[in-house]
């Protein structure tokens, strides 16, 4: 690296997926401003200042295979898969997203082409990019000779630049940490032309099971399934009130959450799995509550199932609360819902050591003195109704989404410098900040970006995302109830009735580093804007 060095850093670009569909529909793409990417890009390719490196990091998510059905789906074979096990039919998947977004394609090979650094983390909805026969087919598109190649970190390794570690962010969310170690013994087997071994295989996270089995069967008829943020507490229980006969899907939700909860980061930033390795028995437990103690035992919480008469599918609709709320807390909610002793507010507010406070969130908007006040008791109860309840009036229903909101979804979840209680990136970078050389921890994942403080002096940066998003409209969380009611009550029409325009926020985010001897002297998170001079 020369002495001045400017690295620009984006992620979860999910190029890939069709566009349109029936009935005025937005199809698979997340990402549709492609042509302003490519802009970015172009002026990136057109820098030229003296002394100084320019680099490009795309970190993670750089191409969305999920978005991207099987080639040959019949009554055998699903429309859907969260992984491909073959390469050629991998690269031929590449081929085609590159087809769909040749401006993209087009402005890095130019970037490439003006003598730039481009470099490649592996995300997770773009696992087959470690493949050898893909990579080779990416370094083709983007005409560098296999001599060159290009700068592609896919094994877990984590990229610095001075004293910035740079990373996805996956190897901290419980749902879609990856098993390099698998991904290794895939890639080396692949690279010798040799089919894969029936023991050993890779297998893909259950987020890109929940993705591939939950969320593209329904994304057709509802969108904004993977675009609402936050999913468990927002888009999960809109669904349940457009569709309350989504509650099936919902359970397999629930199965996954089982095996996602084998994965995660524990108090080292470490995963669970050790570095990606398989190693349960090393899991980081600590002690938890009395009561949490006495509710998770499988006699108790079956005994409880059968009092309030939960058959199979509700059964997994509990795990669905339980890891969302809490076991203590969701115990609580559905002994409220058989009538037996109410658990108190005070109860709720109490922290334990998985899952944290359950009010730890924004307080809820008060309302009028004659109706009440929403508590994170009462919203949660709502939660857990929508979810169990197969019918009801919409009125109803929405009734139950408005007290959920109001409790759990933070209207400052889309602020720069706030972060959500509890969160395990924010979490992880603060550890990584105070343990290791660096005082710059940059990560994407979440599609939120960030700029928070780390005790080492620098920060913790999010690169964001350029794929479209939604959230709650913050009229939903003023003070005047029967407005905000109105203003959902209208989310949910336009949603109906396919007006996602209205719904849908840009916001083409990067992160830039400015590098001097090795180190970060400038960081910021910065939007893009069409004609922006970089």
């Keep these: 690296m020369s002495n001045s060095h400017c690295a620009y850093i984006i992620s979860d670009l999910h190029l890939g997926g069709e566009k349109g569909g029936p009935n005025g529909g937005r199809g698979f793409q997340l990402c549709t401003q492609t042509a302003l990417l490519a802009e970015f890009i172009e002026s990136l390719s057109k820098k030229t200042t003296a002394n100084e490196t320019i680099e490009l990091v795309i970190a993670g998510d750089f191409v969305d295979f999920l978005a991207e059905p099987n080639e040959k789906a019949d009554e055998d074979e699903p429309r859907w898969t969260p992984l491909r096990e073959n390469e050629e039919e991998a690269a ?47 370094q083709n598109i983007l005409g ?40 290794r013994r895939t890639c080396s087997l692949f690279s010798r032309g040799q089919d894969l071994l029936k023991d050993g295989r890779f297998v893909p996270p259950a987020g890109s099971r929940l993705v591939a089995e939950v969320m593209n069967p329904i994304k057709v008829d509802f969108p904004f ?62 002690p938890t509550l009395d009561i949490v103690a006495d509710v998770r035992t499988p006699q108790v919480l079956g005994n409880l199932d059968r009092r309030v008469g939960m058959g199979d599918e509700d059964a997994d609709l509990r795990h669905v609360l339980e890891s969302a709320l809490g076991a203590s807390q969701a115990t609580a909610f559905l002994r409220e819902l058989e009538g037996g002793t109410p658990q108190t507010e005070s109860l709720l507010r109490k922290r334990t050591p998985d899952h944290g406070d359950i009010s730890a969130g924004p307080t809820p908007s008060p309302r009028s003195p004659d109706q009440g006040r929403t508590s994170a008791f009462q919203g949660g109860l709502s939660w857990v109704k929508l979810l169990l309840s197969a019918g009801g009036d919409t009125e109803r229903r929405l009734r139950s989404l408005q007290d959920a909101l109001r409790a759990f979804c933070d209207p400052s979840l889309f602020d720069l410098d706030k972060s959500p209680p509890k969160d395990p990136f924010y979490a992880a970078a603060k550890v990584l900040g105070q343990k290791t050389r660096f005082r710059y921890v940059v990560m994407g994942h979440t599609h939120l970006a960030r700029k ?26 003023q003070p005047d109830e029967q407005r905000a009611f109105e203003a959902l009550r209208t989310l949910a029409k336009n949603i109906n009735e396919r007006q ?35």
């Design 92 to 138: 031929r998947l590449l081929q085609k997203i590159v087809s769909r977004h040749p401006e993209v394609f087009s402005a890095l090979k130019g970037f490439v082409g003006a003598g730039h650094t481009l470099t490649v983390l592996l995300g997770n909805h773009d696992i087959e990019l470690a493949y050898p026969v893909v990579r080779k087919t990416l």
């Design 144 to 183: 560098m000779p296999s001599s060159v190649g290009m700068r592609f970190l896919h094994d877990g390794e984590a990229y610095s630049i001075g004293d910035a570690l740079i990373e996805h962010g996956n190897r901290y969310d419980e749902w879609n940490a990856l098993d390099y170690d698998a991904l």
């Design 225 to 286: 399934i993977d675009l609402l943020k936050p999913e468990t507490t927002a888009a999960v229980p809109l669904l349940l009130v457009l569709k309350p006969e989504a509650r099936s899907l919902v359970a397999k939700l629930a199965k996954l959450a089982l095996s996602a909860n084998k994965h995660g980061a524990d108090v080292r930033a470490v995963p669970k799995q050790l570095g990606d390795i398989s190693a349960d028995v090393l899991r980081v437990r600590e």
């Design 452 to 477: 928070l403080p780390l005790e080492s002096g620098g920060f913790y940066l999010n690169s964001g995302t350029w794929a479209d998003l939604m959230k709650i409209p913050p009229e939903v969380f």
């Design 500 to 534: 996602y325009q209205r719904l849908i926020m840009q916001r083409p985010t990067y992160v830039k580093l400015e590098v001097r001897d090795e180190k970060v002297v400038r960081a910021t998170v910065e939007t893009y804007q069409a004609g922006n001079k970089l």
